[in-house]
Nanobody, 123 residues
Framework: QVQLVESGGGLVQAGASLRLSCAAS????????MGWFRQAPGKEREFVAA????????YYADSVKGRFTISRDNAKNTVYLQMNSLKPEDTAVYYC????????????????WGQGTQVTVSS
């Protein structure tokens, strides 16, 4: 089993950067592909980015491609989401998730979820 805890959210102005972290417990972290999702008020949870278990493959939603970068450090059991050039429409609760299938955009394909961290981007 994997437990996930996100951190790094906050309130920033448009154009700023934030780096989210997701710390995982459990010895099997490196066995899982990881994903970041976000959920804005009144909207469904949506896929943001994914990274393979070894960090060699990444996959992004079109809305964040070129602005966000996902990475992981298996020695630290942590996955990151570097967010640059933030826009007000990026405002949401951001969740990390662990799964056994790489690159899937569906919420239901991920096995473990964190509690989320709030990101608010003001205009």
């Amino acid at each position: 089993q994997v437990q996930l805890v996100e951190s790094g959210g906050g309130l920033v102005q448009a154009g700023a950067s934030l780096r989210l972290s997701c710390a995982a417990s459990g010895r099997t972290f490196s066995s899982y592909h990881m994903g970041w999702f976000r959920q804005a008020p009144g909207k469904e949870r949506e896929f943001v980015a994914a990274i393979s278990w070894d960090g060699l493959s990444t996959y992004y939603a079109d809305s964040v491609k070129g602005r966000f970068t996902i990475s992981r450090d298996n020695a630290k059991n942590t996955v990151y989401l570097q967010m640059n050039s933030l826009k007000p429409e990026d405002t949401a609760v951001y969740y990390c998730a662990a799964g056994v299938v790489f690159g899937v955009r569906s919420v239901s394909r991920y096995d473990y979820w964190g509690q989320g961290t709030q990101v608010t981007v003001s205009s």
